[in-house]
C-alpha cells in the first residue's frame, strides 16, 4: 500500500519546490464548475485541498488519506476551512455518507502518465489488481450520476536528483517490477540521509484501464489540444 509515513515531514517541501504545480491543478479543478461536492482521494497533506477552498469558498470538500502522518499535517493547514472534512481511509474501504460531483486524485491513489505521443498509463499506489478493483468500485459508489471522476496526469518517471528550495538534494529511482514499477524516493542534507521511501506502484495499460473504469460506469471524455492536468470519467 502507498503509506507516506517517511516522507510526510518533507512532503510539502519537496512538493512546492517544484515537483507539482498547486495552482495550475487548481486552475484545471475548476473548468469543472459547476460543482458542490468534491472528493479528493489520496489527500495527502492538504495543499490542493487548501488551494481550491481558497479560491472556491463555497465549495464542500472530503479529503480522504491512508497515511496518517500525512493527514495530521492537512489537519493543521486545514483547520479554518469549516467546508473541508478529513476522513483517514483506505479507498478499497471508502465508505462516507456522501456522494460527489467531482472526485478526484492528483498523484493520489490513481494518476495517469502521458510521454510524449505514446499512449497513456494508469499508475496506482495499490500494489494488487483485486484491490484496486474494489478501490475503484468504492469510489463507483460515492459518485453521483453525471459526476466527473478525475485522474491526474503527470510525466513519465525516470532516475533523478536535483535541489530543491533549501539546498537539500531530492533525488528519485525506478525499477521495474511485474505489472509495474518500484519507486524509491530520497532526500539528503549533504552527507545526512533524511529521508527514504519505497513504494510499489502497480500499472495498466490504457485499454485496461477503459475497461476497468468502463464496467463501473465511468465513461472517458476525450481530450482536444495539449497534455491536460486530469483525465475525465463522467459517471453514467
Ligand atoms: C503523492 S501523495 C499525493 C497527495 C496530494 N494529492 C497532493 O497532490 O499533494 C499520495 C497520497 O496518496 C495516499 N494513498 C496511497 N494509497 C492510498 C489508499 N489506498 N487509500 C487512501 N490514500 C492512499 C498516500 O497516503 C499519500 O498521502
Same mark, same amino acid.
Given at each position: 500500500m502507498g503509506d507516506?509515513t *517517511?516522507?510526510s515531514?518533507y512532503y510539502d517541501? +519537496?512538493?512546492?519546490?517544484?515537483?507539482?504545480?498547486y495552482?495550475? +491543478?487548481?486552475?484545471?479543478l475548476?473548468?469543472? $464548475? @459547476?460543482f #458542490?461536492?468534491v472528493?479528493?482521494?489520496?489527500c495527502?497533506?492538504?495543499?490542493?485541498?487548501?488551494?481550491? !477552498?481558497?479560491r472556491q @469558498?463555497?465549495v464542500?470538500?472530503?479529503?480522504?488519506d491512508?497515511t496518517?502522518?500525512?493527514?495530521t499535517i !492537512?489537519?493543521?493547514r /486545514?483547520?479554518? &476551512?469549516s467546508?473541508?472534512?478529513?476522513? =483517514?481511509?483506505?479507498v478499497?474501504?471508502?465508505s $462516507?455518507?456522501n456522494s460527489?460531483?467531482?472526485p478526484f486524485?492528483?498523484?493520489g491513489?490513481?494518476?495517469f502518465?502521458?510521454?510524449g505521443?505514446k499512449?497513456?498509463?494508469?499508475v496506482s =499506489?495499490i500494489?494488487?489488481?483485486e484491490p *484496486?478493483?474494489?478501490?475503484?468500485?468504492?469510489?463507483a459508489k460515492?459518485?453521483?450520476?453525471?459526476? =466527473?471522476l478525475l $485522474?491526474?496526469?503527470q510525466g513519465?518517471?525516470?532516475?533523478?536528483?536535483?535541489p530543491i #528550495?533549501?539546498?537539500? /538534494? %531530492?533525488s528519485?529511482k525506478i525499477?521495474p517490477a511485474?505489472?509495474? &514499477?518500484?519507486?524509491h524516493?530520497?532526500? !539528503?542534507d549533504g552527507?545526512k540521509k /533524511?529521508m527514504?521511501q519505497?513504494?510499489? %506502484?502497480r500499472?495498466y495499460t &490504457?485499454?485496461e484501464?477503459?475497461?476497468?473504469l468502463k464496467?463501473l460506469?465511468?465513461i472517458?471524455q476525450?481530450y482536444a489540444?495539449?497534455?491536460?492536468q &486530469?483525465?475525465?470519467?463522467?459517471?453514467?
Amino acid at each position: 500500500m502507498g503509506d507516506y509515513t *517517511n516522507m510526510s515531514g518533507y512532503y510539502d517541501l +519537496i512538493m512546492t519546490s517544484g515537483y507539482y504545480n498547486y495552482e495550475k +491543478i487548481v486552475d484545471n479543478l475548476v473548468q469543472h $464548475l @459547476p460543482f #458542490s461536492n468534491v472528493l479528493e482521494i489520496g489527500c495527502g497533506t492538504g495543499l490542493i485541498m487548501e488551494t481550491l !477552498a481558497k479560491r472556491q @469558498p463555497e465549495v464542500v470538500i472530503t479529503g480522504v488519506d491512508l497515511t496518517h502522518a500525512m493527514l495530521t499535517i !492537512a489537519e493543521q493547514r /486545514l483547520q479554518t &476551512f469549516s467546508q473541508v472534512t478529513l476522513q =483517514h481511509q483506505n479507498v478499497t474501504e471508502l465508505s $462516507l455518507d456522501n456522494s460527489f460531483d467531482l472526485p478526484f486524485s492528483y498523484g493520489g491513489v490513481w494518476y495517469f502518465v502521458i510521454d510524449g505521443d505514446k499512449e497513456p498509463f494508469l499508475v496506482s =499506489h495499490i500494489a494488487q489488481d483485486e484491490p *484496486n478493483r474494489i478501490g475503484l468500485a468504492q469510489i463507483a459508489k460515492h459518485v453521483k450520476a453525471g459526476g =466527473h471522476l478525475l $485522474l491526474g496526469v503527470q510525466g513519465p518517471h525516470h532516475d533523478y536528483a536535483s535541489p530543491i #528550495s533549501n539546498g537539500m /538534494l %531530492y533525488s528519485q529511482k525506478i525499477e521495474p517490477a511485474d505489472h509495474g &514499477f518500484i519507486k524509491h524516493y530520497y532526500l !539528503a542534507d549533504g552527507e545526512k540521509k /533524511l529521508m527514504a521511501q519505497t513504494i510499489h %506502484y502497480r500499472t495498466y495499460t &490504457f485499454t485496461e484501464a477503459l475497461a476497468l473504469l468502463k464496467d463501473l460506469g465511468f465513461i472517458y471524455q476525450a481530450y482536444a489540444g495539449d497534455k491536460p492536468q &486530469f483525465l475525465t470519467f463522467k459517471k453514467s
